[in-house]
């Protein structure tokens, strides 16, 4: 009986066979080596180039930012004051965040915090390194002025509800910001008995009332409020009303914010040097880097390499243990037979239906009209040419749930031919694959059809002056069907033996389809969902990763309507982790298989 080599066995395996490699052999372990390289040098060499500096921020962490560090180690009160200042600084670049343009940082146990900046520059790197540090400085000061402002205003609103009238401009300011809500809390205000006033301000909660105001105001500019304007075009007269009285705060609490902070620099002296020595200032200014960081390219083309030629010995090791080649020549002497079923399994498939093969056509089309008036009239998808998007991704996945359901009852359905015909018994659940294949092929002529008529009807994509949005990058299109191919016909093989030996695996696989479907990309955009989650998927599901590369290549990046989008080739390096996801596949569901035919006879 034939069984699958371990990585503990390959030696061993590759050795069982006497003599020398044999031809075949060595030119699969060359197109292997050269494979491995091909696909990740055009990731390795299109590295772009970028630099990095740092800058460091000190903080005094043993008493007046103590809050910051438990344990001499940061605490969730550091990380939320380095989440205001990311917010920040991608508030006023909006690129941030990308492999040539970003900003990390590095606190460490003493306070001091290095801000490692990367540009596509030196200068550039520089700069934004310097302003990271600075505007980490203000926002661990504003986290610190936030709680003297409530004080502030917790003792006005004491000689409010007393009856007085403010006595200086800064407390007519802090009624107006109580009164407009200008300032949210993550505490309500309250009424305090001690006498405070902002002019008796120590120099350090002066510098953090001030740092607090200034990033409130930086968040109160964001707001659009022309847009805030539009919207009472549409409005009912109630929520008429409401907007109105929500921008009349926000315009008052925004210029006493603003009135508020040119006082403190006006008469108080409250600007801040970022330089100057304090309890959190910018400690080390980030140098000019002299030279781009290394790309590492001969070291990870060895690698590469390396990675194609252990693959390739792996795969010789198997095929010296498992007769890969050898079953593989069985299954061509049996082309016809395979020729044959899969005919016979589409003559069956629309035998009596007076539209036949049109319903390759019409099932898809009208699957995907179902998923467009739903998401159009319920849930007010915001995607550009969302049928087109729909339908990308809707074939693919029909392929995948045809096969998979086909090829689980394969051997069942064909018990008589199994008991009494010998032929090889992996023919019955590739002919299933094969049979939902040809379905996937015959169905693309209408994908390319509804292509071309929603695309020009889309307003955007004529204004500039073209009718179509296809791309040269169709070519890729057999590349994507050929490893999706592989990979069901893994799943196939393995589910068939599986539901030989339990039954109830015939009756568990259409649920186990249906949450397939929702974990798989075909109605919703993987780019749309939070991070950490959407690489779980991708690496869990390999028809994840396939939908999104059909979608890359026939469509493009999910958009917003009124935006084009623009089909690009997926990233190599992605596609070689789907190629190795569905060999290993193809490897398991085959040697499930070999080890459990022998039952077939038998169990049925």
């Known amino acids: 009986m034939a069984h699958l080599a371990t990585p503990a066995t390959w030696i061993v395996a590759l050795s069982r066979q006497r003599g020398p490699l044999r031809l075949y052999q060595w030119l699969w372990l060359l197109i292997c080596t050269l494979g491995g390289l091909a696909i990740a040098a055009p990731r390795i060499l299109s590295q772009p180039i970028r630099y990095e500096t740092l800058a460091t921020v000190q903080i005094d962490v043993a008493g007046r930012y103590h809050e910051l560090y438990t344990d001499s180690q940061p605490d969730d009160d550091y990380r939320a004051v380095e989440a205001q200042a990311l917010e920040l600084l991608k508030a006023r670049h909006p690129d941030l965040g990308g492999p040539t343009y970003a900003v990390r940082f590095a606190p460490q146990s003493d306070g001091r915090i290095d801000i490692i900046a990367t540009g596509r520059t030196p200068l550039e790197a520089q700069m934004l390194a310097d302003e990271a540090a600075e505007t980490l400085a203000r926002a661990v000061r504003a986290a610190g002025g936030r709680e003297i402002l409530r004080n502030l205003m917790g003792w006005e609103l004491t000689e409010a509800l007393q009856g007085r009238q403010p006595e200086t401009t800064f407390q007519r300011l802090l009624r107006e910001i109580i009164r407009t809500q200008a300032f949210p809390l993550n505490r309500a205000v309250e009424p305090v008995s001690a006498y405070m006033t902002v002019d008796q301000l120590p120099r350090e909660e002066l510098s953090d009332l001030a740092r607090a105001l200034e990033v409130r105001e930086e968040q109160l500019r964001r707001i659009d409020i022309p847009a805030l304007e539009m919207s009472r075009t549409t409005a009912t007269s109630a929520a008429l009303r409401q907007i109105d009285a929500d921008l009349l705060r926000l315009t008052a609490g925004r210029q006493a914010i603003r009135d508020a902070l040119a006082y403190l620099y006006r008469n108080l002296s409250a600007a801040f040097p970022p330089d100057a020595p304090s309890d959190a200032y910018r400690a080390i200014r980030a140098s000019l880097p002299e030279r781009a960081v290394d790309r590492r390219i001969p070291l990870l083309l060895s690698v590469a390499t390396l990675v194609g030629l252990v693959f390739g010995a792996a795969g010789v090791a198997v095929d010296r243990s498992a007769g890969v080649m050898r079953k593989i020549l069985e299954l061509w002497m049996y082309r016809e037979l395979i020729r044959n079923l899969v005919i016979r399994d589409l003559q069956v498939r629309y035998k009596g239906s007076v539209l036949g093969y049109l319903w390759t056509q019409l099932a898809p089309l009208l699957l995907m009209l179902v998923f467009w008036f739903v998401f159009s009239a319920f849930f007010q998808a915001d995607i550009a040419m969302f049928p087109v998007f729909i339908l990308v991704g809707l074939l693919p996945w029909n392929f995948a749930s045809e096969a ?201």
């Open 404 to 604: 998979v359901s086909g090829g689980t009852r394969s051997v069942i359905d064909n018990a008589p031919l199994v008991k009494k015909v010998f032929f090889p018994r992996e023919v019955l659940p590739l002919v299933s694959v094969l049979s939902s294949l040809v379905n996937f092929v015959l169905s693309l002529p209408m994908l390319l059809l509804v292509m071309a008529a929603v695309q020009a009807m889309y307003a955007p994509l004529r204004a500039t002056g073209n009718w179509t949005n296809f791309s040269w990058t169709f070519v890729y299109l057999p590349v994507l069907i050929g490893i999706q191919t592989l990979f069901l016909s893994g799943v196939a093989l393995f589910l068939s033996a599986l539901a030989v030996r339990y039954r109830d695996t015939v009756h568990l696989i259409g649920i186990f389809i249906q949450f397939w479907f929702f974990l798989t990309p075909v109605i919703y955009a993987l780019d749309r969902v939070a991070g950490p989650l959407a690489q779980l998927v991708r690496w869990l599901n390999p028809m994840a990763s396939l939908v999104e590369f059909y979608r890359e290549i026939l469509y493009g990046n999910a958009v917003a309507f009124g935006q084009i989008p623009t089909p690009n080739l997926p990233a190599l390096d992605s596609v070689l982790r789907v190629l190795l996801t569905a060999l290993a596949t193809l490897a398991i569901g085959y040697w499930y298989f070999q080890r459990r035919s022998g039952e077939f006879g038998e169990r049925l």
